[in-house]
């Protein structure tokens, strides 16, 4: 599983990319961004998928920070 922040001028956004047997995962994940900051979310399914957060610079990365947390302790 991969996850992308990446900081355009006025907004930011997180990928999170994988392929389909880490899903679960990814959801626990997307969903610690949403809970942290208001962000709008994008999700694409198929045999990889891509979830997407996509908010305003300091939510986005309060968000981001929350999904990096949650990624480490779901190891």
Do not use: C
């Not at 930011?12 to 709008?40: D, H, M, S, Y």
């Not at 998928?49 to 300091?58: A, E, H």
């Amino acid at each position: 599983m991969k996850i992308q922040y990446v900081d355009d001028d006025a907004y930011a956004r997180i990928w999170i990319t994988g392929p389909f047997w880490q899903l679960r995962k990814a959801k626990k994940l997307f969903e610690a961004g949403k809970a942290a900051a208001p962000v709008n979310s994008l999700a694409s399914y198929g045999l990889t998928f891509q979830l997407t957060l996509l908010g305003s610079r300091k939510h986005t990365l309060r968000a981001y920070k929350a999904v990096v947390t949650e990624s480490v302790r779901s190891l």
